[in-house]
């Protein structure tokens, strides 16, 4: 009976991970390009693994109330207006609680009417 090299235990870890990040995968709700993509490079020994534990690793998508939606205006560079600090503006301004309460309930519900229009 041989002995295990350290490498041979590794590779086996390695493989063992692997499966177990392709089945989480598989289960999420990635677009299949993703899942393939992410597939292939996890059966890469040791390092495989790794790369697509730290390329899975995406945030949540932001509630529409909290998300920047603003276009660049013309010119070389482009000057970003914030379509959020506009939005949320007043919320920031008042020092009123009760004002800010109901300012930041017209923010929420004007985002809940246009994600209710798409």
Do not use: Y
């Not at 709700?29 to 996890?42: D, Q, V, W």
């Not at 693994?49 to 899975?56: D, G, K, S």
């Amino acid at each position: 009976m041989s002995e295990l090299s350290i490498s041979t235990v590794l590779i086996c870890i390695s493989e063992c991970l692997s499966a177990l990040l392709i089945w989480k995968l598989w289960r999420g709700n990635e677009r299949a390009f993703f899942k393939c993509t992410l597939s292939l490079i996890s059966v890469v020994p040791v390092l495989g693994p790794l790369l697509v534990i730290w390329l899975c690793n995406f945030p949540e998508i932001a509630p529409p109330a909290l998300q920047d939606r603003s276009r660049p205006s013309s010119g070389f560079f482009g000057r970003w207006d914030s379509d959020f600090l506009n939005r949320w503006d007043r919320v920031f301004k008042t020092r009123d609680p009760d004002e800010k309460l109901r300012a930041w309930q017209d923010v929420m519900s004007q985002d809940h009417e246009d994600n209710s229009r798409k």
